[in-house]
């Protein structure tokens, strides 16, 4: 109540000087900046059901505050957010984005990324322009609809400029109605998405504030430290100190250091436990337990053996070499199903025991050597 107090007492006597719209202003301004900077990191880790629910938030602010209030940057933050939208929806064709029936996620994507030239990098932007071009197109083949593929292609022809060397492979494509073709394999939707991580990543850390959320990183830290300090107090009034009496060691009691936990106790020398009489029997019955004893020892040494054994044939069945069949399998299933789905090409293909990892392994080499 002291602390709302004197805030409103600071509010009251600052008015008179300083007009509190520009003060909301800046407020408003860090959480424009939070709510962008929480878009991007949604984008990053593919949540799309959050990053709608945080996209209709920010909208709304921005969308309601007057243009003198907002920032030249704001604009900008609120376009790419709007390109996010559509590249997070990129695959789904159910989805719009215009009023126009035909106007996939991606196509609906290319004109806003074109607007986005001037704070992205020359290179990168090319790159992605190349990427949403060639994937506008390969998904609707490999959704299986070759007369949307055919009018998306006509519509880039129209709408942007298309190098005339991917022009051609890009009909010839849509024509033969291959979702494996090798240009389709080298442009793909997961690349297209890094590609934005990386616009991403430059932008904020030029042009976005984190002011906010480094400020309520801090009140986040003060709060943990006051309850461990409040948590070590509270053990430290509840400790009762102890009688001499209860100090004492008991009699008979082993001392066992407790900075040395894992040390055994040292034995007596003398037992106060009272024995029978020495009798042969007893001496038979330690014999036997001794044997059973060495047996027990030696049976875990040959299991230790043989594990080792297997582990050591294991090894040498993982290193097995690749042939010339299982090259050829491999190339195929890429082709039929794409790069990274090891998986599905292990369904659908016999490798003899080989992992997705094994896979990936091949499949790397074989692109170093160009032989694919």
């Not at 006509?154 to 942007?160: D, N, R, V």
């Not at 990183?217 to 107090?233: D, F, G, I, N, P």
């Not at 025991?353 to 896979?359: I, M, Q």
Request: aromatic share 6%; with cysteine.
């Amino acid at each position: 109540m002291e602390m709302e107090g004197s805030s409103n007492e600071i509010i009251s006597s600052t008015t008179d000087t300083i007009d509190l719209t520009e003060v909301e202003g800046v407020v408003q301004s860090w959480v424009i900046d939070y709510y962008f900077a929480s878009l991007c990191r949604l984008f990053r880790d593919r949540s799309a059901l959050e990053f709608r629910k945080t996209l209709k938030l920010f909208e709304s602010i921005v969308d309601d505050l007057e243009s003198c209030c907002l920032r030249s940057d704001h604009p900008t933050q609120r376009t790419i957010c709007c390109f996010l939208a559509r590249a997070m929806d990129g695959e789904d064709l159910d989805v719009r984005y215009d009023h126009v029936a035909r106007i996939t996620p991606l196509m609906s994507a290319l004109p806003i990324w074109e607007s986005l030239k001037e704070v992205s990098d020359s290179d990168l932007h090319a790159k992605i322009k190349t990427l949403l071009i060639v994937q506008s197109v390969a998904v609707c083949v490999k959704k299986g609809n070759s007369q949307l593929a055919k009018e998306t292609l006509q519509w880039l022809e129209k709408e942007t400029e298309i190098p005339a060397k991917l022009q051609g492979k890009l009909t010839t494509i849509v024509s033969k109605k291959d979702a494996y073709d090798q240009l389709l394999m080298n442009f793909t939707f997961n690349q297209l998405l890094e590609n934005v991580d990386t616009f991403l990543n430059t932008f904020s850390q030029e042009r976005s504030s984190v002011f906010l959320l480094e400020a309520a990183l801090k009140v986040v830290q003060a709060r943990h430290e006051r309850s461990e300090k409040t948590s070590s107090e509270q053990d430290g009034s509840e400790r009762t100190p102890s009688s001499p009496e209860s100090n004492k060691p008991e009699e008979n009691e082993v001392q066992v250091d407790p900075l040395v936990l894992n040390i055994r106790p040292k034995r007596k020398l003398l037992s106060k436990q009272i024995h029978d009489l020495w009798k042969p029997e007893t001496a038979k019955k330690e014999q036997t337990t001794r044997k059973r004893t060495s047996i027990c020892k030696i049976s875990r040494r040959s299991s230790v053996s043989s594990e080792l054994q297997s582990n050591v044939s294991v090894t040498s069945q993982l290193r097995r070499k690749w042939t010339a069949e299982e090259d050829r399998k491999l190339k195929a299933g890429v082709r039929k199903y794409g790069e990274g789905k090891w998986r599905m090409i292990l369904n659908d293909f016999e490798f003899d025991n080989r992992t997705g990892v094994n896979l990936k392994d091949r499949w790397r080499i074989l692109k170093k050597m160009e032989d694919y």
